[in-house]
Structures are given as C-alpha cells and as structure tokens.
C-alpha cells in the first residue's frame, strides 16, 4: 500500500456535512500545515484535497456579506455553529459585553477577534 492511500485511509477524507466533521478535517489541514518543510508529497496532496473539502464545506455554509458588521457576522456564526452566546463569556468577560458585541453597541478589540478567530477557525480581522 502506498504511502498517500494510508493517509487516506487514516484521514477517511468525505464531503463535510456538519460542524463536527468539519473542526475534525480542519484540526488535520492545520497539523499537515504546521508540518511545513518536512510535509511529504503525500502529506501536501492529501492537503490539498482536505482544503478543497473545507471551501466546499464554506461555500456551500457561506458567510454574511464583506459589508456585513463585526455584530451581524458574530450573530451569524452563532446561529450556524450551534454555539450560545454564553459561550463567548471566555471572550468577552461579561454577559452584558457579549450582548453589546451582538448588538453592535460595543466594538470587537484585537484581543477578542483572535479569541474568536479561534473559536470559529477565522482570521481575527473578520471580527475587526
């Protein structure tokens, strides 16, 4: 067996269908990236068709608009990740702050946007 069809049957790469599957094949693309120079041929193919399963995955889960607010996109990515706002309280310290950060009323600061770029696997500037 080759080394590429091993991975693949580690990886069992498949369309993504919900959010679970998707942190899954996204913790794998960011071990293979971090791999960087010592990643084989393999280990980038294998890359490569996982990436192309996530842009699949995000087309077809698209996000708000460019010209959408930090609060209307934040609002968005609750709804579709399933998560409660308490569950930005590590984010924001206090209930009435993450309110405030859903309704627009109190801007996101750089230490939040890579908090929350964390927590939903995005660039910290999408909240800024």
């Keep these: 067996m080759t080394a590429y069809a091993e991975l693949l049957l580690e ?3 498949q369309i993504i269908e919900n959010r679970e599957q998707y942190d899954a ?3 794998r693309v960011d071990a293979l990236i971090r791999r960087g120079r010592s990643r084989t041929a393999d280990e980038t193919k294998l890359l490569r068709l996982l990436s192309l399963l996530i842009q699949d995955y995000d087309r077809r889960h698209a996000m708000p608009p460019d010209d959408s607010s930090p609060a209307e996109r934040l609002q968005y990515l ?3 990740s399933g998560k409660e706002p308490a569950d ?3 984010v924001f310290g206090q209930r009435s702050h993450v309110n405030e950060a859903l309704t627009g009323k109190r801007p996101v600061s750089a ?3 890579r908090k929350l770029g964390e927590i939903f696997h ?4 999408y909240f800024l």
């Design 11 to 13: 990886t069992e790469p």
């Design 25 to 27: 094949i996204h913790g």
């Design 78 to 80: 609750l709804q579709v």
């Design 88 to 90: 930005l309280l590590p």
């Design 111 to 113: 230490t939040q946007a």
């Design 122 to 125: 995005l660039k910290p500037g």
